[in-house]
């Protein structure tokens, strides 16, 4: 639900309490039916071209309709709301004498502010849906830009990739918009507001709202503009969504489906939308069709004998779509990397185009030593470069959705995605759990209760919605450690109607409390740590018929995972056991100085001890620099898709392929026979080409 929903029924509410129309409203940070005002719907990510080559190169930033923001901004910092400079979006404000501040860019690395580290409490005394105002830290942005003499006639919006914890947005002095959900972007509609030459825009922003009640994850509470920002003007008729089905025929796993439903916006005219799907250069599909009443279109075709897309084999295709007016001329054209993949349950297994997968994943925070959340193409390379040389299949995006650059190498690479909504509310269902009593735990986790159903459900839709055309989404997840109730419920049933093509994933509790079930509303058992022989029974029991796939399992704290092969025994053993994400991939430390100026790995004792807890950081497989810790090399070997069985003695080895997919005709097998470190013998497989 987006913003003029969301407001309207407040206001009817507030209209129907005349005995409190005296007291004051609270702003929009402390009222969590309000979770934006005057926001565009979600959609994919994706930008309209002004050409075909444009579109398929897919440089946004070589559109003469983009203007990146990112850069220097005038700053200004407040420790509490009520010392803000309120009128600082004025155009008539000065804002020479203050500092600056890069975007994307967190405050607390560039001097505004402490950063914390806690885990399961809040950072501030809980008291939902309240923000203590002298805790609650403001900063103040602004700065100029040109809007180009080609954008005339033309619609203008503004993208902040994403910020938090909440914030308003001003363009030229007046008031465009809010937004909360610190890990999703929002867009705005600057049209009316800008005007042709120079422009202000301005951002307040807001450490803490009613939204951190919903992002207590175990992670470093810092806060900014961690996402790019820009301006981009688009066709008085736009192609405003589209969404991608691409999957396999069912009946031989052979022949690929394609369905394009692409949903017009702006001013109405007469359009048609082709799609054309590329191998390469070469076209295998081509559709077309014109748009209806309702401004949409559906376009659907098949490719036989597809190349199919999973994580061992990531074969993409291109997806360019071209809206045209009346006369044929372009209107716009986009593209991007599609796979032709199905995700489905049969027979109580996770299948993949038709065959068992088994998850040997990890859970990702986004986490960088120096820049805390803001990610470089870099380092998230770096990252999936390391977890393919773990042979690492699959990765939980902890605990909330990624940067879409991450969405986009993991469809490049192969790696399937669990993605996560931004929500966890640690505190109240810790609390809950301890309660014992179901009815008391209701009345005290946020999933239960009615003024967070709209929360609940736009945190879990807008991540659905950006992310939908990605392949290598095989899983929802609706949040992490945040109880359970009717709020989920509903999220569920939301995704069932809007993306079938998918399964879904929640637990939703902990490692505390009573023993926790299968959720029915899901498709799979995720539980948090459970032992070997608590997976062997969960295997063993008829009554339990979800597979079991463990959203975090094999802590690495230290130097850990030393039975990770006795887990993995075990899970090949049943066939209702699909692996698991270990926790984590990457240390959260931080890189710091101590007072005689030599550097040391920091956690948030460290840095914050007044706010922060005593949780220890390091719980990755790698350090937070992605040099690999001992236990990678052990995720390595257990998690590898080949391996040599036998009695090398007896001159016997057996070659045994593990993949779910291919065979080993992509590998070459050397042996050497050594007595006492000396070589006596070497040779080659001339045939070891082990099916899957």
């Not at 979600?42 to 559109?63: I, P, Q, V």
């Not at 692409?262 to 109405?268: I, K, V």
């Not at 309660?435 to 945190?459: C, M, S, T, V």
């Not at 007044?610 to 790698?622: A, H, K, P, T």
Request: glycine share 8%.
């Amino acid at each position: 639900m987006e913003s003029t929903n969301i407001i309207a029924a407040v206001l009817l509410a507030t209209a129907a309490l005349p005995a409190l129309a005296a007291q004051p409203t609270p702003a929009e940070w402390e009222q969590p039916e309000v979770v934006a005002v005057n926001r565009e719907p979600m959609k994919a990510t994706f930008f309209n071209f002004e050409s075909r080559e444009k579109a398929l190169a897919g440089d946004k930033a070589a559109s003469q309709y983009f203007l990146s923001l990112d850069g220097t901004w005038k700053f200004a910092y407040s420790k509490t709301p009520e010392t803000r400079p309120k009128d600082f979006y004025k155009l008539s404000y000065d804002v020479s004498k203050w500092g600056q501040i890069q975007v994307p860019g967190m405050l607390q690395t560039q001097g505004y502010g402490k950063p914390i580290f806690t885990n399961i409490r809040y950072p501030f005394p809980a008291n939902e849906p309240f923000i203590p105002h002298d805790l609650n830290e403001v900063g103040s942005y602004r700065r100029e830009f040109d809007v180009p003499a080609a954008w005339n006639g033309r619609d203008v919006f503004l993208q902040i990739g994403a910020a938090g914890a909440a914030y308003y947005v001003w363009v030229n002095g007046q008031k465009v918009g809010y937004s909360e959900d610190s890990k999703l972007p929002s867009e705005f509609d600057l049209t009316r507001y800008v005007r042709p030459g120079r422009n202000t825009i301005a951002i307040e922003l807001y450490r803490w709202a009613d939204g951190s009640y919903l992002e207590d994850q175990d992670f470093w509470r810092v806060n900014g503009i961690e996402r790019s920002v820009y301006v981009y003007a688009e066709p008085k008729t736009r192609l405003r969504d589209y969404r991608v089905t691409a999957g396999l025929d069912k009946a031989n796993y052979r022949d690929g489906r394609f369905e394009l439903v692409a949903e017009m916006a702006g001013a109405p005219a007469r359009v048609d939308v082709e799609a054309r799907v590329l191998d390469g250069t070469r076209e295998v599909l081509r559709v077309k069709g014109t748009p209806g009443g309702d401004r949409k279109v559906v376009l659907a075709g098949a490719v036989p004998a597809v190349k199919p897309w999973s994580a061992e084999t990531p074969n993409l295709y291109t997806l360019l779509v071209e809206v045209t007016d009346a006369q044929g001329r372009l209107v716009s054209a986009t593209s991007r990397r599609i796979g032709f993949r199905t995700v489905e349950i049969a027979d109580g297994e996770v299948r993949v185009n038709g065959k068992r997968v088994m998850i040997k994943g990890v859970n990702r925070h986004e986490h960088d030593p120096h820049t805390y959340r803001v990610m470089s193409m870099a380092s998230m390379r770096k990252d999936i470069e390391l977890m393919k040389r773990a042979n690492v299949n699959a990765v939980r995006a902890s605990h909330y959705p990624n940067d879409p650059r991450w969405y986009d190498l993991a469809d490049e690479y192969g790696l399937y995605i669990m993605d996560e909504a931004d929500l966890e509310s640690h505190g109240y269902m810790e609390k809950g759990d301890q309660a014992g009593d179901p009815q008391k735990r209701a009345a005290i986790q946020l999933g239960y209760k009615p003024h967070w159903r709209i929360a609940h459900l736009d945190r879990i839709s807008r991540m659905v919605e950006r992310d939908k055309n990605s392949p290598s989404v095989i899983f929802w997840s609706l949040g992490n450690e945040a109880g359970t109730g009717p709020n989920f419920e509903n999220a569920a049933a939301w995704i069932r109607k809007n993306d079938p093509t998918r399964l879904i994933s929640y637990l939703g509790h902990g490692t505390i409390g009573e023993e926790h079930l299968p959720n029915a509303y899901v498709d799979i058992y995720a539980p948090m740590y459970d032992d070997i022989e608590k997976m062997a029974d969960y295997a063993l029991d008829p009554n339990f018929r979800q597979p079991m796939i463990q959203c975090e399992y094999a802590h690495a704290m230290g130097n850990s995972l030393g039975n990770l092969e006795d887990y993995w025994q075990v899970i090949r053993a049943h066939r209702k056991l699909q692996g698991g994400f270990v926790w984590d991939w990457v240390d959260q430390s931080i890189i710091a100085k101590d007072d005689k100026g030599r550097t040391y790995w920091a956690s948030g004792f460290d840095l914050n001890p007044e706010r922060g807890d005593n949780s220890v950081v390091g719980d990755g497989v790698v350090r937070s620099d992605r040099t690999p810790d001992p236990e990678y090399y052990e995720l390595q070997k257990v998690y590898s898709p080949v391996v040599f069985e036998g009695d090398p003695a007896a001159g016997s080895i057996e070659v045994v392929n593990r993949y779910d997919f291919r065979d080993l005709s992509h590998l070459a097998f050397d042996w050497e026979l050594a007595r006492d470190g000396v070589v006596v013998a070497r040779g080659t497989l001339a045939d070891a080409a082990t099916p899957a």
